[in-house]
């Protein structure tokens, strides 16, 4: 069964830090690009960062450049998601998604999503 588990989400203060994971099992993450996306309270899904299956990365929402990076490691078949300086609009359930290759911005392009985790900046 192919099946993608994100963790590391919780509550952080404001300028906090945190790590996602989104790993994968079933397949293996080396051919695929892998996205990841969020949905704030009340606001569609949005795409965050994607890296591709050679490890180049794409960064689709401004707001989050010069604070949040991807990664992957395909020994562990995991990519990580490091947020940095988290703001109170960073508050949302993020999703990692993943899709043969290449990066796009559009979520109705990946194949795979996993469950989600929530992410939650409060003081």
């Known amino acids: 069964q192919l099946q993608l588990v994100e963790s590391g989400g919780g509550l952080v203060q404001p300028g906090g830090s945190l790590r996602l994971s989104c790993a994968a099992s079933?397949?293996?993450?080396?051919?695929?690009?892998i996205g990841w996306f969020r949905q704030g309270p009340g606001k569609e899904r949005e795409g965050v960062l994607c890296?591709?299956?050679?490890?180049?990365?794409?960064n689709y929402a401004d707001s989050v450049k010069g604070r949040f990076t991807i990664s992957r490691d395909n020994a562990k078949n995991t990519v990580y998601l490091q947020m940095n300086s988290l703001k109170p609009e960073d508050t949302a359930v993020y999703y990692c998604?993943?899709?043969?290759?290449?990066?796009?911005?559009?979520?109705?392009?990946?194949?795979?999503w996993g469950q989600g985790t929530q992410v939650t900046v409060s003081s």
């Open positions: 890296i591709s299956s050679s490890g180049s990365s794409t």
């Open positions: 998604a993943a899709r043969m290759r290449n990066c796009f911005r559009s979520g109705s392009l990946y194949d795979y």
């Open positions: 079933g397949f293996t993450l080396d051919y695929y690009a």
